[in-house]
């Protein structure tokens, strides 16, 4: 089979695993790899290889494609520079991608310029998933391009047309109004893959009814065509997807003679599909946008703990600080994760117990939570003032029983009221309340973290609670609409817990 009459690969493919070749020495890290890409959605069919000789000989087998080559960047006796070689003279067509820990930058861009698609930073695993794609597609209009160039002689018009309009759907058809191109646009557009519809007649995507006039238009225009020439303004026409559904698009088209031979080439434009494509980008953005304020903020927490080490003395006030900022940056990591950036409030309550943890390795903690039909997500204007009230009732509660009885767990339960459409955070811990002078609602005797509680406390949607319980403190913090989200009422599907032991 030629190289250019190969099915196009789908950057998530449910027909068949991406065919992987891993240079890479370290098994941990293939694991990583495997495991990352297989969450980001892909199937993958891998083989790993370490040296120089084994990596010629999968890419010399002739009975093996090849959709992805991933590389380490420093290997014992062998590198990237040298896979990079490798693989540009066995197999140059393939998308090579580094996968690497810290590499110089200067390095990474010799390597981009000398044929590598992208540089992934190994403790940034979740940016190969949109890397890959975004490799994979170019490859594949690549190939198309190939095809246009071995279908026809004098490809340079055509193609120059399809890079004018790439941006759009682009369907290239020759004088019989059989399709010779069909690009990436195209195929999200209409629902199909450019390998089942080239070679097919236009009328595939052209309603029945309209058909005879589409024709007639089009061949009209074309017996006209001395060179090139382009309809003016775009005019709305009704196409249809590859499943029957019918819509309308802005076409429009452009025909060259090539050879003798008329060529057609048509831009569509799904205002409906473009603002979706628009959001998709938007939420992409504000995703990078949540993932470099954590790491900033990340940078803040290094720089607060280098402090502390040249003034212990400062410890308290250090400490605070870092679990604060701490909380803030497990918000916005959170919401780097997903879209439209809520956050999971379990998995909230688990990132700040850790963070907890390191400021008080002595403490134990429990986390014991009630089973929910569905995860329950903060409100993203609620997310960091909750984060930071949650923080700070913790390490009240650590600070009050590390001074007492120090071999008492603090217990944290996430309890649901079905009754009441409510969500409790539960904070227990050995100790007692002030006998006189403690009032929360009225802000008396409070201490610093408590007023910063109360000042944090949204007006709407959130309560707490204080009350002893034989020896011990409980805290109840109580949230409900519009703090918390729920795509259906909450309700408890069993009766039955877990539990987890920070």
């Known amino acids: 089979m030629n190289s250019d009459d190969k099915l196009p690969i789908s950057e998530k493919s449910t027909s068949r695993p991406l065919r992987i070749l891993i240079v890479e020495d370290s098994q941990e890290d293939v694991t990583l790899l495997l495991h990352s890409l297989r969450t980001q959605g892909y199937l993958v069919d891998p083989l790993v290889v370490a040296t120089s000789a084994a990596m010629q000989a999968a890419l010399q087998n002739q009975n093996q494609d090849w959709d992805l080559i991933l590389s380490d960047h420093s290997l014992p006796s062998f590198n990237a520079v040298d896979a990079l070689t490798v693989a540009k003279e066995l197999r140059p067509d393939v998308p090579f991608i580094i996968v690497s820990g810290e590499m110089d930058l200067n390095q990474a861009v010799k390597l981009i310029k000398s044929g590598a698609q992208d540089y992934v930073q190994k403790n940034k695993l979740f940016r190969l998933g949109l890397t890959i794609e975004h490799a994979l597609r170019e490859y594949n209009l690549i190939r198309q391009r190939n095809l246009v160039e071995a279908r026809l002689v004098d490809s340079e018009k055509v193609l120059s047309s399809v890079i004018g309009l790439a941006m759009d759907a682009v369907i290239t058809l020759d004088a019989e109004q059989r399709i010779l191109v069909f690009n990436y646009a195209a195929e999200a557009m209409f629902g199909c893959k450019a390998a089942d519809v080239i070679g097919q007649h236009l009328d595939r995507f052209i309603p029945e009814r309209f058909r005879h006039a589409h024709h007639s238009h089009l061949t009209a ?227 610093v973290g408590l007023s910063l509680v109360k000042a944090l406390l949204p007006d709407s949607g959130a309560k707490l609670h204080f009350a002893e319980e034989g020896d011990r403190v409980v805290i109840s913090f109580e949230l409900c609409e519009p703090i918390i989200l729920r795509d259906q009422p909450l309700a408890n599907t069993s009766s039955a817990g877990h539990s987890h032991r920070a």
């Open 221 to 447: 225009f074309g017996a006209d065509a001395s060179t090139s020439r382009r309809i003016g303004e775009p005019m709305e026409i009704v196409v249809r997807k590859s499943d029957g559904a019918e819509f309308p698009v802005d076409a429009t088209i452009s025909s060259a003679k090539v050879e003798g031979k008329v060529v057609h080439t048509a831009m569509l434009r799904d205002v409906k599909w473009k603002l979706a494509v628009a959001e998709a980008q938007r939420d992409t953005l504000v995703r990078e946008v949540h993932h470099s304020i954590k790491n900033n903020l990340q940078g803040v927490i290094g720089l607060v703990r280098a402090h502390l080490i040249a003034h212990p003395e400062l410890a308290e006030l250090g400490n605070s600080i870092i679990a604060q900022v701490g909380a803030i940056a497990a918000v916005h990591g959170m919401q780097g994760e997903r879209t439209p950036g809520h956050v999971e409030i379990l998995a909230l309550v688990k990132e700040i117990t850790r963070a907890a943890m390191l400021l008080a390795p002595a403490t134990c903690i429990v986390v014991a939570v009630e089973e929910f039909m569905a995860p329950v997500f903060l409100s993203k204007d609620a997310a960091v003032p909750v984060a930071l009230i949650l923080n700070e009732l913790l390490l009240n509660a650590i600070k009050h029983k590390t001074e007492g009885a120090r071999n008492e767990e603090v217990t944290i339960r996430l309890r649901l009221d079905s009754d009441r459409n409510l969500v409790s955070v539960i904070i227990s811990s050995a100790g007692r309340l002030p006998t006189s002078g403690f009032d929360f609602g009225n802000g008396i005797g409070l201490g």
